[in-house]
């Protein structure tokens, strides 16, 4: 036989096919521990929802649009959408930590039954709609039907997360499963609805799986270990304030869990493409070769990816950090303080999860893409590859 036919040759459908029933049967028993836990934990009370009053007796919101502005005392006249008989109202000047007012601001305003107004707070419809539309847009336009299925499932997973997890944290749900479930859910919807039906998508699965597994455990035990409760944010005072028994210390656990998919999720569906690559342009080397080759880029994924966490929380953080540095506190007080041991705790549970999970991902992409696999043409929509071919070779005389 010709050697230009080979790797079509040596690619053995029966392995191709156990391939195949290994991961279906791998991922199946993954779905169906994540809906028994789904089941385990799931909302029964919605009394929550809607439960908090925004005004109260008497006052009611309305949309007030700017048209003058006192430069001394900083109040607005202000025009009440549906009022404008009524002419202008004075409007006084917002609170302290807001931006002054411009004529043409639109302004949800507390509206009393005196008819006077109180400031609540700037309308941003119009520029958070522009900027989702240009993003949806763009991504749409580089990424095609891959950017139309991230989309999709960036959609779906919200929905998981709000007509799920919420509620189910609200009633009392274990934090650990609830976290568990809604990342092991939201993962499937996501990277098949991105990536299309098939074994790279689901080595990206495994492997995220893998390191949101390690990343779980460990905010278990470091949440437990450093008594994180949760207390000391303005939005966990609400909650404890609210009348509801929400586990705040659960609240931490759940959300540590939940931060770790996105990053993770980056780094796993990369290594397994670059294995996927890399097996494709040199179909003959071994698993454990494509291994190591695939760790290499493994590890400037790991090393640009750990600070990226870094700065993102540091980013979050940053008012809280510059709150803090007024205060007279030696550097390890302030690093283990509450305020602080959360986003330290955070950052550093996500990072050991991501770094255990590129070898993890590395190698299932090792195993599964097989030693003589060949490029294959992508479901999403994508150019197909070109399949690689060996180089010719002369032909040297047998000895006689």
Do not use: K
């Amino acid at each position: 036989m010709g050697a230009g036919h080979s790797h079509g040759l040596e690619r053995a459908p029966q392995a191709s096919e156990r391939t195949t029933i290994i991961l279906s049967s791998i991922v199946g028993a993954v779905l169906f521990l994540t809906v028994l836990g789904a089941m385990a934990v799931w909302p029964t009370d919605w009394s929550f929802m809607r439960s908090v009053p925004t005004t109260y007796e008497g006052a009611t919101w309305v949309s007030v649009e700017v048209v003058d502005v006192d430069p001394t005392s900083e109040a607005a006249q202000v025009v009440v959408d549906g009022q404008e008989d009524a002419g202008a109202q004075e409007l006084a000047a917002p609170a302290l930590g807001t931006s002054a007012y411009e004529v043409g601001d639109h302004i949800r305003a507390l509206q009393l039954d005196t008819g006077e107004l109180i400031f609540g707070d700037f309308e941003r419809d119009g520029p958070l709609l522009l900027l989702l539309v240009v993003y949806v847009l763009l991504v749409v336009a580089i990424a095609w039907w891959r950017g139309i299925g991230a989309l999709l499932g960036l959609v779906a997973a919200f929905g998981i997360i709000i007509f799920f997890t919420v509620p189910a944290l609200f009633g009392g749900a274990d934090p650990l499963i609830t976290g568990l479930v809604t990342g092991s859910g939201a993962l499937a919807v996501l990277l098949y609805l991105a990536h299309g039906f098939n074994a790279r998508t689901t080595t990206a699965y495994l492997g995220t799986l893998a390191g949101l597994t390690i990343t779980a455990l460990l905010a278990w035990w470091a949440v437990d270990a450093s008594r994180l409760t949760g207390l000391w944010s303005e939005e966990g005072s609400h909650l404890e304030l609210s009348g509801r028994s929400v586990d705040l210390q659960g609240l931490v656990l759940c959300g540590i869990i939940i931060a770790g998919l996105g990053v993770l999720n980056d780094v796993t569906v990369t290594q397994a493409s670059a294995i996927w690559e890399l097996r494709a342009a040199r179909p003959e080397i071994s698993r454990w070769n494509l291994f190591q080759r695939g760790m290499r880029i493994g590890r400037d994924h790991i090393a640009s990816t750990v600070y990226t966490i870094a700065f993102a929380y540091v980013g979050a953080a940053l008012p809280t950090i510059m709150l803090i540095s007024l205060y007279d506190a030696s550097l390890g007080t302030t690093l283990t303080g509450a305020e602080i041991a959360e986003e330290v705790v955070r950052t550093l549970v996500s990072s050991i999860g991501l770094v255990l999970a590129v070898p993890l991902t590395t190698g299932i992409g090792a195993l599964v893409v097989g030693q003589h696999a060949i490029a294959e043409e992508d479901v999403m929509g994508d150019e197909p590859r070109d399949e690689p071919r060996d180089e010719p070779r002369s032909e040297s005389p047998e000895p006689a």
